[in-house]
């Protein structure tokens, strides 16, 4: 039996299929984390998914053999410059015979660039802008570039603006030259005004061909700022560019591609990247890692691993050909990026990408320095297009988490619990009336502190306790994030933070105190602090307790209908009179009745509630209308409790969504803004009427835009026969 090593146990892939027809050139989006997001780009020559790196190949010099690319690394996309295969007639000829994929032996995506960067280094080209994007188009690219003009950061404005002026008028010629098969890149330019990146990216956006607009939005200009390790310039431009950019095109940063910058750029919504590193460092003695740049020479053990450095010691690579060194060091460079890419995907699809970035963070002076920047921003976010951008990316943070949340100094400043704290901030309310029955205000808050999670075990006892004595409560449990109302004990990520066993015995600081008291509107109340020691509910009086106890179930399904459903805190109290609850075996509450009728569950996994059928006619029934279709203008939200989000359907679309199947993109007319991505939404038809509810998948923007993909995953049809 012959036992074969990795490199000769990998089979041949096979090739990519075509898209379908009425697929071309859609973007759809197939998980997301804020900003950061999974996509699928639908080409002639297979689906993209993304996010992803583009590798550089010269059609001159390939370091690694495109398709070695494909098969081995499952590289889906390559890039490659059409200039240079312009140029030179050896090139020339064959792609204009046969075809790139042929000519580079590569049988999925292949984007080319323009001759845009040859001029940013050489300072000319000789191509015409229809030229260059006829050849691109005839040679049978995928996805090809017009001919941009570069905008370095050290133009000045007026420069800058004529740069961004002169590539918006290339615009449209470009896209009519490109024809109905070739797909374009708009690059984005500006140099380092915010101002001027929004307003290409605006412009870029709206360019329209007699086919289609763009498909991708490169970032240009962005080279001379990852040289000089600028990250936060390179991220405040990606920040500025994406306040305009329709969200329905990826985001591709031009010439970014080492592992170490993918984790922060990737959180904040860049889906394409492309570089030469993989080949260029390995000339130069250098290794690639997610941590930074490893010089061979300063090494004796290496410090990342690859299957392609396994069988070697540094010392070994040191003594081999140049050539063969540089051939073996790509492989790694190129093994390592895909590895890296991986990683943060999967971070993606659990909702960890923020933590991955922050992680990073701390391998590079300059990237903690951005870093640190955008945790300003996260907190005060600036008033131009950077602002913007970073208030939406909060806003389309599903803010509860099923998973743990490693606790951290930036815990804080992480968008799903910034989005989390300020609904609790804007929508929680106090108790309308007390488990006595009596009316009237708060007479003291009490703070239970020192007890761990689950809560129903370590504190209940004591919230009882607290409530028996003085009906008149308000019980919050201390969280190492802040104090946050009893009702919500539940709600993840307040009750699943993984860190020491001490961890919970941290108690805010006065000022910190007062800050959150004045944010839940409790300021003025009496405080007491009381240090939980029961590991029960069990309080004498059982009649009383139990009283107490479907208090606090029908205070915790308002707190929810309230902080998660945009429900009048009132309204919430009306619906839920005589709620009865079915409890687990565990003593949580999984279902929960209204005159004998199933409305919500609070779901096991994260303390969020799901509807039934039934209680999505409650909802509505507080909710009656229509959105507000995107033909008109959105109004200005005022109300913190503008109730349950809808979804305005199409017509076509109502017999399937009625029976149970999802809402797509591309069938919806209108939604209301204060959509919260992972939480409940009802579809409705244009007369109001309920069609279905569910669960949103995308955000109101995403749903004005994309025409693929889904945006509710629907839990019941309500016109089922």
């Known amino acids: 039996m012959t036992t074969l090593l990795c490199s000769e146990a990998?089979?041949?892939?096979?090739?990519?299929?075509?898209?379908?027809?009425?697929?071309?050139?859609?973007?759809?989006?197939?998980?997301?984390?804020?900003?950061?997001?999974?996509?699928?780009?639908?080409?002639?020559?297979?689906?993209?998914?993304?996010?992803?790196?583009?590798?550089?190949?010269?059609?001159?010099?390939?370091?690694?053999?495109?398709?070695?690319?494909?098969?081995?690394?499952?590289?889906?996309?390559?890039?490659?410059?059409?200039?240079?295969?312009w140029k030179h007639e050896k090139l020339r000829e064959p792609a204009l015979a046969d075809g790139i994929h042929a000519l580079l032996d590569f049988p999925s995506v292949i984007v080319t660039d323009s001759g845009t960067f040859q001029s940013y280094v050489y300072g000319d080209v000789e191509v015409g802008v229809e030229e260059i994007i006829e050849f691109q188009r005839d040679i049978g690219v995928d996805i090809g570039t017009m001919l941009d003009v570069f905008g370095r950061p050290d133009m000045s404005r007026e420069e800058l603006e004529n740069a961004v002026a002169e590539t918006a008028a290339r615009a449209e010629d470009s896209l009519v030259a490109a024809g109905e098969n070739l797909l374009l890149n708009g690059p984005v330019q500006g140099g380092l005004h915010d101002d001027l990146r929004a307003q290409a990216g605006e412009l870029m956006g709206a360019a329209r061909g007699e086919f289609r607009g763009f498909a991708v939005h490169p970032i240009g200009g962005i080279v001379p700022l990852m040289e000089k390790q600028r990250y936060r310039e390179l991220f405040e431009i990606l920040l500025a560019a994406r306040s305009t950019i329709p969200p329905d095109r990826p985001v591709h940063l031009f010439g970014c591609g080492h592992p170490l910058l993918f984790p922060m750029a990737i959180a904040l919504g860049a889906d394409l990247f492309d570089s030469a590193a993989y080949a260029l460092f390995a000339r130069d003695d250098r290794l690639l890692s997610p941590h930074g740049t490893v010089k061979l020479a300063e090494i004796t053990e290496w410090p990342v691993h690859s299957i392609t450095l396994f069988p070697h010691t540094p010392a070994q690579v040191r003594a081999m050909d140049k050539d063969e060194r540089s051939v073996l060091l790509a492989h790694h460079n190129l093994e390592i990026t895909q590895a890296e890419l991986a990683r943060c995907r999967e971070a993606v699809r659990n909702g960890t990408i923020w933590r991955l970035a922050e992680q990073r963070s701390h391998c590079s002076a300059q990237l903690r320095d951005a870093f640190l920047w955008l945790l300003g921003q996260m907190v005060d976010p600036d008033e131009g297009p950077v602002g913007q951008t970073v208030l939406r990316h909060i806003a389309s943070t599903n803010p509860i988490r099923g998973n743990s949340e490693v606790f951290g100094e930036e815990i804080d400043s992480r968008p799903h619990i910034l989005h989390l704290n300020a609904l609790l901030a804007m929508r929680w309310r106090r108790p309308g009336s007390w488990w006595n029955g009596e009316d009237g205000s708060a007479k003291r808050v009490v703070l239970l502190v020192g007890a761990a999670p689950p809560w129903r075990d370590s504190a209940l006892g004591d919230a009882i306790s607290a409530l028996a004595e003085e009906a008149a409560?308000?019980?919050?449990?201390?969280?190492?994030?802040?104090?946050?109302?009893?009702?919500?004990?539940?709600?993840?990520?307040?009750?699943?933070?993984?860190?020491?066993?001490?961890?919970?015995?941290?108690?805010?600081?006065?000022?910190?105190?007062?800050?959150?008291?004045?944010?839940?509107?409790?300021?003025?109340?009496?405080?007491?602090?009381?240090?939980?020691?029961?590991?029960?509910?069990?309080?004498?009086?059982?009649?009383?307790?139990?009283?107490?106890?479907?208090?606090?179930?029908?205070?915790?399904v308002v707190d929810k209908?309230?902080?998660?459903?945009?429900?009048?805190?009132?309204?919430?109290?009306?619906?839920?009179?005589?709620?009865?609850?079915?409890?687990?075996?565990?003593?949580?509450?999984?279902?929960?009745?209204?005159?004998?009728?199933?409305?919500?569950?609070?779901?096991?996994?994260?303390?969020?509630l799901s509807l039934t059928l039934a209680g999505a006619r409650r909802l509505h029934a507080l909710n009656p209308g229509t959105p507000t279709c995107f033909t008109e203008e959105?109004?200005?939200?005022?109300?913190?409790?503008?109730?349950?989000?809808?979804?305005?359907?199409?017509?076509?679309?109502?017999?399937?969504?009625?029976?149970?199947?999802?809402?797509?993109?591309?069938?919806?007319?209108?939604?209301?803004?204060?959509?919260?991505?992972?939480?409940?939404?009802?579809?409705?038809?244009?007369?109001?009427?309920?069609?279905?509810?569910?669960?949103?998948?995308?955000?109101?923007?995403?749903?004005?835009?994309?025409?693929?993909?889904?945006a509710v995953k629907v839990r019941d049809g309500a016109r089922r026969d």
């Open 473 to 556: 409560s308000i019980i919050l449990i201390s969280t190492p994030l802040g104090p946050v109302p009893f009702t919500l004990e539940d709600v993840s990520p307040w009750c699943h933070i993984d860190g020491p066993d001490d961890l919970w015995e941290l108690v805010l600081t006065e000022v910190e105190m007062d800050a959150w008291i004045e944010d839940l509107g409790l300021a003025g109340i009496p405080m007491e602090v009381h240090v939980c020691e029961s590991s029960s509910d069990e309080t004498e009086g059982g009649a009383e307790r139990d009283v107490i106890r479907s208090w606090i179930d029908r205070c915790a």
């Open 561 to 608: 209908l309230s902080l998660l459903c945009g429900i009048e805190p009132a309204a919430a109290c009306e619906l839920t009179e005589g709620m009865s609850s079915r409890r687990s075996r565990t003593d949580r509450m999984v279902n929960v009745f209204v005159d004998d009728e199933h409305l919500f569950s609070p779901r096991l996994t994260d303390g969020a």
């Open 10 to 85: 990998v089979s041949a892939r096979e090739d990519p299929q075509p898209c379908r027809e009425q697929d071309f050139g859609k973007f759809e989006v197939v998980a997301r984390d804020g900003a950061a997001r999974l996509g699928r780009l639908h080409t002639r020559h297979g689906v993209l998914d993304t996010p992803m790196l583009l590798p550089v190949v010269n059609p001159n010099i390939r370091t690694i053999e495109p398709r070695e690319m494909w098969e081995k690394y499952h590289v889906d996309a390559l890039i490659t410059n059409s200039y240079v295969a």
């Open 634 to 710: 959105i109004p200005v939200e005022d109300r913190d409790h503008p109730g349950i989000p809808r979804i305005l359907l199409l017509e076509d679309a109502i017999p399937f969504v009625g029976q149970g199947r999802n809402v797509m993109h591309g069938y919806i007319l209108g939604a209301d803004p204060h959509v919260i991505i992972g939480q409940p939404c009802l579809i409705v038809d244009e007369s109001g009427e309920l069609v279905a509810h569910g669960i949103a998948n995308a955000s109101a923007d995403d749903m004005a835009f994309f025409n693929k993909g889904i």
